[in-house]
């Protein structure tokens, strides 16, 4: 009690003019204060709880020497201060380092840093997360990373598994991986791979996802539903509510966006991008399909691309289809080999196929067609002339019958405006108030343009017998007329050829015409020397001077111009034949050269033939006024019905 002694004189000095009770009561407290340090080891001077240096010890006479205060105690803790959520944040200017307990959910011990209010360990908090390795555990520092995550058999609450890990699978949500016998699966969410039993490598999240997979791997399901039906099938991908839904053992399919390929089953290879893309699709293989709506109602058509919205969306079953642009390749419900490029091209023709409509609103409306543009298109056109395949080693049955004036005789040539309007409403394009548009239309419709019409044309190859190419008929209710003006070349060069060879017939005709009057030339001063000497003789030289004038000039064979010319009913053509001829014939020939009619002539000197139109066909002619056998002379008549 040495001590007691010494702290007592002290006070006793120090208070010693302090009013007796006083001085009683701090006695009191000061032998209770020696008595509690006598009884936790605080005596002969082995320790002091307030030391100016060294460690403090509680519970120990022997703190450690690194700690200022060392507890020690085998019964009991040490207990700070507890409060509410509210009055920890009541707190003034907490300093940092300052630690409180606090009561209110999320119960746990909080410090304060420069960061604010920390939570330092959460009510709950299982020491057996803490990740590590080595025994070496960094949760304070961005720098460091959590090498393994321990969770046991995993995670429950109220008897339900919320998650849970075996071997390298992970399973978060109710019934999710209930087998926990597959390998390297991930399940997020309640009944997600919840039948899985030797299928590896799957990722399912979403309540339900991949739910009846049993054997199927390396798929990848993200959304309520999304491949909920799936058993065996590999390689999928579905991302989005109820995305592939139905499918069983479906493989090698990408399918993103809510209901995309909903009711697909068995089919494989294909992609559905955006809302509702390939909704129906049942069986069919190697679609694919991006923005919503894209072959929406696609049941059994296989080899189909659609992208833009509503793509494709009303083809059921056709095949080998590709459209690009918003509603591209749409409305028809059974077409192949489609391929449209551009927003609103697309068919109403059904049962056709290799047809193309490339442009806003292009309209093909049979099969084996293109079309480029719509109806307000004023111009198409490049830097080279269009290129037709003409190779003869491709072509058979080659013949030189093509019609030449005939036919072109036939034609009416003519000036016309477009009804725009019409022709549009006609071909089902899509109702645009684009003021371009409207400008490019009214512009189109005010143009004079110069052509044929497509019927006349047909019925004018009819007349003559020629199977005329140039002229493209209908090949459906919903197809037009139309006109290959290229092929109207081929008749032209016909035509000119035919021209030229009546040309030439004639230029042969005048040459012997020419060389047969140089010889009655002759033979006419030969006779006129003889009329000379027997004038001399008979002395009546200038009587027969004017006879031989009248002779030379009426007794010369000679073919007049038919009248009228041209003609529609009949004409008349006049002729003179000389006394001496023996025979004398009119023949008249086809532009081509083929012989039409023999006219008979048997009275000499003048005479006149009316040839009746019925026994032609309509055209150009030729007639020749044959003498002896001999061409005296030609000339050219045109029939017009």
Known sequence: MKNIDYYTFNLRCTFGRLKPNIMKKLFSVLSFTAVFAAGTGFVNGQTNIFPTSGSAGIGTISPNAKSILDIASTTSGVLIPRMTTAQRAAIVSPPQGLIVYQTTVPEGLYIYNTSGWVAIAPSGFNSDLIPGTAGTYNLGSYTYTWENLHLGNGIYHDGSQLLGVSSTSLAFGKNSMDALDAANNIALGNDALSNITTGNTNIAIGNESLSFTTSGSRNTGIGFESLNLLTTGIDNTAVGNKSLNVATSASFNTSIGANTFLFLTTAAYNLAVGCNAGYNNLSGNNNAYSGAYSGYENTLGSHNSGHGYSSLRENITGSYNTAIGYYAGSVSNSFTTGTFVGSNAYTTATG??????????????????????????????????????????????????????????????????????????????????????????????????????????????????????????PKNEQDMYGLRYAEFVVPIVKSIQEMYTTSTQQGNM????????????????????????????????????????????????KLEQNVPNPFSNSTTISCFIPNDVKTAVILIQSANGVLIKEIVLSAKGHNQVQLDAESLPSGTFSYSLVLDGKVASTKTMIYVK
């Not at 015409?513 to 006419?524: A, R, V």
């Open 352 to 473: 056709v196929s290799n047809l193309t409509g490339i442009g806003n609103n292009a309209r093909p409306t049979a099969s084996n067609q293109v079309r480029i543009g719509n109806s307000s298109v004023t111009s198409i056109g490049g830097y080279a002339g269009w290129t037709n395949l003409s190779d003869g080693r491709f072509k058979t049955d080659v013949a030189e019958n093509v019609v030449g004036l005939d036919f072109i005789l036939q034609l009416r040539p003519v000036t016309y405006h477009l009804n725009i309007d019409k022709l549009s409403n006609y071909l089902g394009e899509a109702n645009q108030d684009d003021q371009v548009e409207t400008a490019a239309r009214k512009s189109k419709q005010a143009m004079i343009y110069t052509g044929f019409i497509a019927q006349e044309v047909a019925v004018a190859a009819d007349e003559v017998g020629f199977d005329f190419s140039g002229v493209d008929y």
């Open 510 to 557: 005048v040459a012997d015409l020419n060389d047969k009057i140089l010889e009655l030339e002759k033979q006419n001063e030969q006779l006129m020397e003889n009329i000379s000497a027997i004038n001399e003789l008979l002395g009546i030289q200038k009587t027969n001077e004017k006879l031989a004038i009248t002779i030379q000039q009426n007794d010369i064979a």
